[in-house]
């Protein structure tokens, strides 16, 4: 074990992050910590870090260890550049071989005891040197660089110049060549495209130390991690295997727990109905049954009822019409800036219904097509023509669709003049905004709250044809699977673009990848185009036409996903067929067996009450034969009746 959380504790005010929470890292483990925003997982890898403090519990390292963080926000050296911010990770080994090279030009001066010191520090250097793989430090530099998408006319760009996902990756990469026991990583893949997150899969997969991940992309954690802990209103709990293992395991556990509840609800209803039953007999052994059934039901531990799942936002998008079924036609388009030929020269049509993704690494274009489709900006050349009755939804990663001086409620007010004041707060209230939230200025809010406003927006639109940018970014996990469903139910016409490969899998009829300048269709979601691509790319973007003949979208190659086929009964399906059979007769016989008992109380305790009405009678009490007939069926029918009420209790159960 590399690292151990005991017993933690942690609160800002009333607000419990984590309570008695324990976990444990292996060595060479690779997990992820998740849960929705605001859950507490950048605060619990802080207090790993002590960058937060405890509030109780232990956090252990095994002695010796070395540990390395990834924060969501990154401080560089003032001044220097790309390649001299992460060769600074190999700082030591670089000041070593310096050392060896001092030494190597001293020894021709030296002699004697002096020269046979230098000797044995010279080989004591050398060896640890070979042994930290010194003499590939320069390259490993390198290699970890273009992994991470600089091209090496990159490395010169100063640090103080970058974006917040550029330095991100810098601080990454700096990180990763530390080569720490255990490595935190706070929302590694942010900032990062597919070509990217692929090199670091790959890379953290076959790290020989530990790995601690906090992620929303569920592609990546079924591909890198063997354990998944989890927190949730601020408990932890530890499951084994990869994000989809978790998250079938969850399902079950809380399917588990969803029908024991409702078992203890219906044991428990049942229990009162035979209580209210036995005391309607109105007899003292019935009672004393009653009053005994009470108490046991007293003593039942109350099942909670399992939280609902996805109830973060609630929302779903509807056309308010339906639009002709050419909903887009791009033909001879081109765009460059600065002299960089982002594409050129491409023509695809878009149908009505289609859930299209772009996918293309950073910098090829794909938000610059969708601005181009918006209007926000223009071509050089070429035309996109939009079809019958198509109106436009549009979701910006940057928000520029939001107005940072306005309130939320203003916001939405202002674009929608017609809601009033209940159907705003309603709307708000579906993407969490509650309260005096409501009032928030939108230069305030996170990238997460304003990706929430923007689709409020989009909702609200009711265009059915969505172009959306980067829709996931800022946006948990539970709250992705909400904008799955709405996007999978939606009937209109999708176009986006999207680093999230799970999210494009979940959701994508069909993917076109940037590359080269130009379009390559493929007609199916994540999984089909990485089984395709290489065959697909090498036979489009490779020949002497700039343009794809699978760009137009009009002669794709393409083949339908295979679905798995059911395998044949098993030949015990016709014998739990038949127990099957053979307990639903017993049921309704059991029914019907208590259906005849309660009628037959009924008819004995009806009489019963007539025999205590007609002893009452002068022509029946002064009748001492009558009278005796009389007692003697009474007596026959509470015995009877006794005998039925421990039946009745008995098929009751």
């Known amino acids: ?42 605060t619990i890898l802080k207090m790993i870090m002590n960058e937060e403090p405890l509030d109780g519990g232990d956090i252990i390292l095994a002695k010796g260890k070395t ?47 002096e020269l046979e ?34 091209a090496e006319e990159d490395f010169s760009k100063k640090t103080d110049t970058l974006s917040g996902g550029q330095k991100t990756r810098v601080a990454l990469g700096k990180l990763l060549l530390t080569n720490p026991d255990i490595l935190l990583l706070d ?55 990869n994000y989809r293992a978790y998250s079938e395991k ?17 044991e428990i209803k049942h229990q009162q109905a035979v209580i209210d039953k036995l005391k ?25 009822k399992p939280v609902e ?131 928030k200025e939108i230069r305030s809010l996170s990238g997460g709250e304003k990706g929430r406003v923007s689709l409020a927006k989009l909702m609200l639109s009711e265009a059915n044809f969505l172009i959306l940018d980067e829709p996931t970014n800022h946006l948990d996990i539970a709250s992705k699977e909400i904008l799955e469903e709405a996007l999978n139910n939606y009937s209109g016409t999708v176009l986006y673009v999207s680093h999230d490969r799970y999210f494009i899998n979940s959701t994508a009829s069909r993917i076109l990848e940037l590359v080269n300048q130009t379009f390559v269709n493929y007609i199916g979601n994540y999984d089909y185009y990485l089984e395709k691509k290489e065959e697909l790319t ?27 086929s059911d395998s044949a009964a098993a030949p015990g399906s016709k014998l739990s067929w038949q127990e099957q059979k053979e307990q639903q007769a017993k049921e309704r016989k059991r029914k019907n067996d208590l259906k005849k008992t309660e009628e037959e109380i009924s008819c004995l305790e009806d009489r019963n009450a007539q025999i205590d009405h007609e002893m009452t009678l002068e022509e029946v009490y002064s009748n001492s034969v009558k009278c005796q007939e009389l007692a003697e069926e009474h007596a026959a029918n509470e015995k009877r009746l006794e005998e039925l009420y421990e039946t009745w209790e008995m098929l009751a159960e």
């Open 1 to 42: 074990m590399i690292l151990a959380c005991h017993n933690i504790e942690k609160s800002f005010g009333d607000r419990v992050i984590v309570h008695e929470g324990s976990f444990h890292i292996e060595e060479r483990e690779k997990a992820a910590l998740v849960g929705i925003n605001g859950a507490g997982k950048s």
């Open 309 to 439: 799942v996805n109830t973060e936002m609630h929302f779903s998008l509807e056309p308010s019409c339906i639009s002709g079924n050419d909903v887009l036609t791009v033909e001879h388009l081109s765009k460059q800036f600065d002299g960089q030929v982002l594409f050129k020269d491409v023509n695809f049509e878009i149908k009505r219904g289609e859930h299209v993704a772009v996918i293309g690494d950073n910098g090829t274009g794909k938000t610059t097509l969708l601005k181009i489709l918006n209007q926000v900006q223009t071509a050089d050349t070429g035309s996109c023509t939009l079809g019958a009755k198509v109106q436009i939804g549009y979701y910006d990663q940057e928000h520029h669709v939001l107005h940072d001086e306005k309130t939320i409620f203003d916001e939405i007010s202002d674009a929608y003049p017609a809601l009033n004041n209940t159907q705003i707060r309603n709307t708000l209230a579906a993407f969490q905004f509650t309260g005096d939230e409501v009032f």
């Open 280 to 304: 309607s007999f109105n007899r003292e052994k019935s009672i004393r049954r009653a009053e005994s059934r009470e108490k046991m039901l007293e003593k039942i531990k109350p099942v909670e």
């Open 250 to 266: 969850k399902q079950q556990l809380r399917d588990a727990r969803l029908k024991e509840y409702y078992n203890q609800q219906r």
């Open 117 to 150: 010191n230098r000797l044995d520090t010279y080989n004591r250097l050398q060896s640890e040197f070979e042994a930290r793989n010194g003499y590939a430090c320069e390259s490993e530099i390198i290699g970890v660089l273009k992994g991470l998408g600089f």
């Open 538 to 564: 090498r036979a489009y973007t490779t020949g002497s036409s700039t343009t794809s003949p699978a760009a137009g979208g009009n002669s794709p190659v393409s083949a339908a996903p295979l679905q798995g």
């Open 187 to 241: 929302e590694p893949t942010n900032h990062l495209d597919l070509n990217s997150i692929s090199w670091l899969e790959t890379y953290l997969i076959n790290y020989p130390g530990a790995v601690f991940i906090v992620s929303h992309d569920r592609y990546f954690l079924n591909r890198v991690v063997t354990k998944v802990v989890e927190i949730e209103n601020g408990e932890i709990r530890m499951y084994m295997g």
């Open 67 to 113: 540990i390395g963080y990834l924060a969501q926000h990154q401080n560089m050296i003032p001044g220097g550049t790309i390649y001299e911010e992460v060769r600074s990770a190999k700082a030591d080994i670089i000041e070593m071989e310096q050392r060896i090279r001092a030494i190597e030009l001293e020894l021709k001066s030296l002699s004697g005891a």
